[in-house]
């Protein structure tokens, strides 16, 4: 719906910036409260340099380039992974709210500090076992419209 806007109201060019290869599974948070599953930033899909070249269907994109700092992140084994997301979620940033039951952060939440030592933990194993990788931020696009 948004796509078809965009392209609807430009007349000749679109730029748009999102997320770099952003791993939406694993970025997911659990409501303490509720147990609702969320994104903290409320992003629903992720995009690598290939989505965007044919993310519009009127326009074709001129230039796909990363963009910002660069970011440090993980390559996980999505069987460890979802056996670790079986158990146990992080706890919603100060900054996150729980789009189901608007829960938000509390400093003296009891259940987040239950489980920061467990996640401590996991977080020391993972970092055995699994190296860091570096890539820019964001991906920003430049589009013209087709025919022009």
């Not at 629903?44 to 796909?64: C, G, P, Y």
């Not at 993980?74 to 158990?87: D, E, K, V």
């Not at 729980?98 to 020391?124: D, H, M, S």
């Amino acid at each position: 719906m948004a796509i078809s806007e965009i392209q609807r109201v430009s007349k000749k060019y679109i730029i748009i910036t999102v997320p770099n290869s952003e791993d939406i599974e694993h970025s997911l948070v659990s409501c303490p409260i509720c147990h609702c599953c969320f994104n903290p930033h409320f992003h629903l899909r992720d995009f690598n340099e290939d989505k965007l070249k044919h993310l519009f269907n009127k326009f074709e994109a001129i230039t796909i380039k990363s963009i910002g700092p660069v970011f440090k992140y993980r390559i996980y084994n999505r069987f460890l992974l979802s056996l670790y997301s079986a158990f146990k979620r992080p706890s919603p940033s100060e900054t996150s709210i729980c789009p189901q039951c608007g829960y938000g952060y509390i400093k003296e939440n009891i259940i987040i500090k239950n489980y920061f030592n467990f996640y401590k933990f996991f977080i020391n194993i993972v970092k055995i076992f699994f190296p860091i990788k570096e890539k820019k931020r964001w991906l920003v696009g430049l589009y013209n419209r087709k025919g022009l």
